[in-house]
T-cell receptor, first 112, second 122 residues
Framework: EDKVVQSPLSLVVHEGDTVTLNCSYE??????LLWYKQEKKAPTFLFML????IEKKSGRLSSILDKKELFSILNITATQTGDSAIYLC????????????FGGGTRVLVKP | DTGVSQNPRHKITKRGQNVTFRCDPISEHNRLYWYRQTLGQGPEFLTYFQNEAQLEKSRLLSDRFSAERPKGSFSTLEIQRTEQGDSAMYLC????????????????????FGSGTRLTVV
């Protein structure tokens, strides 16, 4: 059974700090790993990673995948209060359906 | 296209009642997924459709749950004889899985979630 574990469960930082979120996974027929940000509603897409070692960046957010060690990290630099959210990691399998298996999420609270 | 739309946004029901949720996917997407998310957890896969065919159902989907996508467009998720344990956020997502759009071959893209329906069973 596919499995995704995220750490830490939650963290509290102050504006301007850098945070690193971890995601480890076990999946058969891996296709991609995705990061989502969830505030009060639906998860919103951040990154899709398919290849090891290639960093994806979007503003202050960046992410990288290690397919050998089966993990990914999401970095947020110069955090702002608007970064407060739950960050979800999910893996997508090539098996029929391309359904996503999610981790439990990391709750990030950025204090002013 | 305004994205994936779900209705209602919130539903409060008494235990034992039936409820039905609707999802309208992005129009050119041929795949539609239902997920359930309980407090403090990530979303869990329930079922998915390719066009009108329901191709996979999770073990989480008990006999009280049924989903349809009659014309390959919108989908409904019905829960019969609701229980308090059914209280959760029900998320719908859609994507395009390889095929032809305007006679051009497109590969997978665009896994987009709706805003969800929050169900509270009292």
């Amino acid at each position: 059974e596919d499995k995704v574990v995220q750490s830490p469960l939650s963290l509290v930082v102050h504006e301007g700090d850098t945070v690193t979120l971890n995601c480890s996974y076990e999946v058969t027929n891996f296709r991609s790993l995705l990061w989502y940000k969830q505030e009060k509603k639906a998860p919103t897409f951040l990154f899709m990673l398919t290849s090891s070692g290639i960093e994806k960046k979007s503003g202050r957010l960046s992410s990288i995948l290690d397919k050998k060690e089966l993990f990914s990290i999401l970095n947020i630099t110069a955090t702002q209060t608007g970064d407060s959210a739950i960050y979800l990691c999910a893996v997508e399998a090539i098996t029929a359906g391309n359904k996503l298996t999610f981790g439990g999420g990391t709750r990030v609270l950025v204090k002013p | 296209d305004t994205g994936v739309s779900q209705n209602p946004r919130h539903k409060i029901t008494k235990r034992g009642q039936n409820v039905t949720f609707r999802c309208d996917p992005i129009s050119e997407h041929n795949r539609l997924y239902w997920y359930r998310q309980t407090l403090g957890q990530g979303p869990e896969f329930l079922t998915y459709f390719q066009n009108e065919a329901q191709l996979e159902k999770s073990r989480l989907l008990s006999d009280r749950f049924s989903a349809e996508r009659p014309k390959g467009s919108f989908s409904t998720l019905e829960i019969q004889r609701t229980e308090q344990g059914d209280s959760a956020m029900y998320l719908c997502a859609s994507s395009f899985f390889q095929g032809l759009i305007n006679n051009r071959l497109k590969l997978n893209y665009g896994y987009t979630f709706g805003s969800g329906t929050r169900l509270t069973v009292v």
